[in-house]
């Protein structure tokens, strides 16, 4: 990634907008007044040193700045905040970057501290612009009651996994239809469910089993970034890569997983930053999952397991988003129970997962990908 050295300007600029933080501004006020413009891109050249990516996607940059790209990378990437649609630009004095399905914000009262950076409440702001269809007729607003106890099913899942209040904020209205699909409204999102992504196979065991089975993409966020950035008629024309600014992929960094037996606990990093945390179950007694620091060698969308070992047979048909680090060891998702990060030691030596778990790391990791368990 390439850094930039442009420190000074940022905290002039911090400065002006933000007088309680006492910094020093080391530039001309035109160039703040300019950059006030909630249209007007914030010119990188006169930005701080920071590792800057550029998406190749939806044609933007996204830079550690004001940490949003650590933020990106380590709530769930572009399965949750999809490209960024904007540079970062200045919103009511608060530097901001629109993504498909977000607005990340920068809070320098909060540096420090997990609310430095946040999601704004796009849901909020949309509900406030539009009425919403409920489930037993219409109704005019939202409801005012915002509390977790109408997260349920898979949409209470979603947003207890992938960061609750921080990512999402409180639900503003309970589960209703729209469009032909089940929706929910949160402070800074909107859950839609797509109950064809899971295959026919994995519905009927859900429904067999008691299982809640999840895949990656059965609740989706909508477009609330880009719905936004339309209604504000903000600027989400592609801009022109900085010389020498690498196009985002996850194999910028250093990529490693590492399992924790004692834990049961899956982390998969970038260089040293952790950027996803899964649940795992691994080998039981007399089948214990291998100690020792390996590297994925093979990866299949599905596989057939079968095995036998100390008199023991078996035959699981359709294990998803396997990837295998040693011999048959291998991390897969899992259907057959849902016992990760208990303690329940369930495998034959492999690494379960849940399923959206595994789909995630499988489309993030790479053959070569370290995996150290210990």
Not at 29 to 43: A, E, F, I
Not at 127 to 145: A, I, M
Not at 344 to 359: K, T, V, Y
């Amino acid at each position: 990634m390439l850094k930039l050295p442009y420190r000074h300007f940022f905290i002039g600029l911090l400065s002006c907008l933000l007088p309680l933080l006492a910094l020093p501004p080391v530039f001309a006020s035109q160039t703040v007044n300019r950059l006030l413009d909630p249209n007007q891109t914030v010119d990188p050249n006169l930005l701080p040193t920071a590792p800057l990516v550029y998406f190749p996607e939806t044609g933007h940059h996204l830079s550690n700045r004001s940490r949003f790209l650590d933020f990106w990378r380590t709530h769930g990437q572009n399965v949750i905040f999809g490209y960024p649609l904007t540079e970062e630009i200045v919103e009511n004095g608060r530097v901001v970057q629109y993504f498909e399905r977000a607005r990340l914000e920068h809070h320098p009262e909060a540096v420090g501290t997990a609310w430095e950076v946040q999601s704004g409440l796009l849901g909020q702001e949309l509900t406030n612009l539009q009425s919403l269809v409920g489930v037993g007729g219409p109704q005019n607003q939202v409801l005012e009651v915002k509390t977790p106890e109408i997260l349920f099913g898979k949409f209470g899942a979603f947003w207890h996994k992938w960061g609750g209040i921080t990512t999402f904020g409180n639900p503003l209205s309970a589960e209703f239809e729209q469009d032909g699909r089940t929706v929910q409204y949160f402070e800074r999102a909107k859950f839609v469910f797509y109950p064809e992504d899971k295959s026919w196979f994995y519905r009927n065991l859900e429904q067999q089993n008691g299982l809640m089975l999840n895949t990656l993409y059965e609740v989706r966020l909508s477009d609330l970034g880009r719905q936004v950035a339309l209604a504000r008629n903000l600027n989400t024309a592609p801009v022109a890569k900085i010389a020498a600014v690498p196009d985002w992929s996850p194999g910028l960094w250093k990529r490693r997983l590492e399992v924790n037996l004692e834990a049961q606990r899956l982390t998969a990093y970038e260089d040293d930053l952790a950027v996803y945390h899964a649940l795992v179950a691994t080998g039981r007694e007399g089948f214990e999952t291998p100690k020792g620091t390996y590297a994925i060698y093979l990866k299949t969308e599905m596989q057939d397991m079968r095995g036998s070992m100390q008199g023991e047979e078996w035959n699981v048909p359709n294990v998803p988003w396997v990837m295998f680090v040693l011999g048959g060891v291998a991390l897969h998702g899992t259907y057959w129970h849902n016992q990760f990060g208990t303690g329940f030691r369930l495998s034959h030596g492999c690494i379960n997962l849940r399923m959206d778990d595994a789909q995630w790391l499988y489309q993030w990791a790479a053959v070569g990908t370290t995996v150290k368990i210990y």
